[in-house]
């Protein structure tokens, strides 16, 4: 794939009960803002959050299996947490490609998140090494 600065690509993933626990698990990030119904309802945020992080992953899933696809590895990734992930939004994850050096195969890409409302929840920019197909 010949790569171009404005290609975009987007992946949506709506987050689980399941899919907190089991990132949970994995991290080991047992944050009961993310775990605790109870806890978690004693929060400004009245209720369990999505961890930021398992957010995140989803650019990580563009990235690799979208734009710039397989055989993609990450350089850098800077991430802005804008607004709460709640269990059961609907998250959208777009990255769009703002520079580009083909001689180092190195790409720079805009990456935001979006809930179900269009409300951005995270920004950030990544800097990827793009395969050689």
Known sequence: MSLAVGMKATRTKTFTDEDVRGFAQVSGDANPMHLDDGYAAQT???????????????????????????????????????APVFIGDTITATVEITAYRPERRIATLATTCTNQDGQIVLTGEAVVLAPEH
Request: glycine share 10%; net charge positive.
């Open 44 to 82: 400004r945020f009245g209720r369990r959050l999505v961890h930021g992080m398992l957010t995140a992953s989803l650019i990580s899933a563009a990235l690799a299996n979208d734009l710039p696809g397989e055989g993609t590895v990450y350089m850098s990734q800077t991430l802005q947490f804008k």
